[in-house]
């Protein structure tokens, strides 16, 4: 896929994201709710995902891996986070191409 290396790093980007509002809501703060970036979206758009094919599950998937970005050291770049999106993107285009 063309897109392949921009989407892995727009999910790197939006892993550091979600490790900051998890950071957040553990110290009593709400920034899941208000904060989010709709990454997901734009990976739909790069990935030329017909609407009708994305759904719940896929959502649910994506949110799973913004879950486990607390497992992972937290680096200015991300760079920790690499392998987990990588993960997150075969599965999402796994998922799609069922």
Do not use: W
Request: charged content about 25%; glycine content about 4%.
């Amino acid at each position: 896929m063309e897109n392949e290396q921009i989407i892995i790093d727009l999910i790197v980007q939006d892993l550091k994201h979600s490790q900051l509002l998890y950071g957040l809501e553990s110290i009593g703060l709400d920034g899941l709710s208000m904060h989010h970036l709709a990454i997901l979206e734009i990976i739909y758009k790069l990935m030329h995902i017909p609407k009708e094919k994305t759904n719940h599950y896929l959502e649910e998937t994506y949110a799973s891996f913004m879950n486990r970005s607390l497992d992972y050291t937290i680096t200015p770049n991300g760079e920790s986070l690499e392998p987990l999106a990588k993960e997150c993107y075969f599965r999402i285009k796994y998922l799609i191409d069922l």
